[in-house]
């Protein structure tokens, strides 16, 4: 069976930690090692995580808060295990389905080339009764074999659903980042630098709960045009929908210069530059290879991309 190191980082989890453990150590025909950094809780995660520290496939790391960024890149730098055949990010707060890890490996396969897993994931509610519809559901629709810098720009992918081979973890060891979120970052090595292979289906639940502050949140009500119109403009001011691209971009070619294509490297500088700079955005904008992904994505969904392009918010 093959050997997977699932790399969860948990703050204050108490409500849901134990079914989210318990699902990824009952995964089917594969042989997991789990291990766990905690970020400083200060409420009974300790307790539970405490319960499992016997286990021969789990690790427990106490650490001090440092922030789910830099914890998860402790765990993906430092606390992984060498000599597995494949890694895995986790969230505190989900169920898997037994066969989520088998499905991911064997969609990866046999390669010598980097190569990274996405899936689809099941919206739930705190029960983790099924809302009755899958995340990519209620997006526009997206060409994974669309340019790096268009996948870069329309970045898509979330690190509860990552799996990734050994020799993605090889390539992911060559630098390391500071401050960004890590699936945007492992999503841009690969990007690059290696293949993504996506899964439209999905063998998690993903719960949405009163702490979820991402998109997938579950709505109490419809809402007007006119608040529609104002949420965007607030969300923009904000930079509620950044992916971070100056600085992922900035840290590929920090990291990986050399490996990447003189293409790929023109445009990545473009973007890592771009905040405050009229020209470069003017440069990207009549390039043509300022774009999402697909070309059937909604005209609005396109302004929004050109809107963050010029308000700094990308």
């Given amino acids: 069976m093959k050997k997977i ?18 699902s990824i150590l009952d995964q089917r025909d594969v042989e997991v090692f789990l291990t766990i950094r905690d970020d400083g809780s200060v409420d009974k995660t300790i307790d539970i995580l405490y319960n499992y520290a016997e286990l021969n496939n789990v690790e427990i790391i106490r650490g001090n808060n440092i922030g789910f960024k830099e914890s998860f890149f402790t765990l993906l730098y430092e606390l992984r295990k060498p000599d597995f055949d494949f890694y895995a990010f986790s969230d505190q707060d989900d169920f898997w389905l037994p066969q989520k890890l088998k499905k991911s490996v064997d969609r990866v396969g046999v390669s010598g080339e980097p190569i990274l897993y996405i899936g689809n ?13 899958r995340v990519y559901d209620k997006y526009p629709p997206y060409d994974w074999n669309a340019s790096h ?7 898509r992918g979330a690190g509860c659903t990552e799996v990734w081979n050994a020799r993605g973890q090889l390539l992911l060891e060559k630098f390391r980042p500071h401050n960004i979120p890590h699936d945007e970052w492992v999503t841009g090595v690969f990007t690059c630098l290696g293949k993504i292979v996506f899964d439209e289906n999905a063998y998690m639940l993903y719960r949405r709960h009163k702490h979820t502050v991402s998109a997938t949140a ?5 809402s007007s045009v006119l608040d529609r119109v104002n949420k965007t403009f607030s969300i923009l001011a904000e930079k509620k929908l950044s992916q971070n691209v100056d600085l992922r971009c900035k840290y590929l070619l920090d990291g990986y210069s050399r490996l990447l294509s003189e293409e790929d490297r023109k445009y990545l500088t473009y973007l890592a530059r771009y905040q405050g700079r009229t020209l470069i955005k003017l440069k990207l904008l009549l390039s043509g290879r300022f774009k999402v992904t697909s070309k059937d994505a909604p005209v609005m969904y396109k302004v929004q991309k050109i809107l963050m392009l010029l308000t700094n918010g990308l």
């Fill in 5 to 22: 190191n699932v790399l969860m980082s948990t703050y204050n989890g108490e409500d849901y930690l134990k079914t989210q453990i318990d």
């Fill in 121 to 133: 994931r099941i919206v739930a509610d705190e029960q983790l009764k099924s809302l009755g519809y």
């Fill in 149 to 155: 810098i268009s996948r870069i720009i329309d970045s």
């Fill in 218 to 222: 579950i709505k109490k009500r419809r």
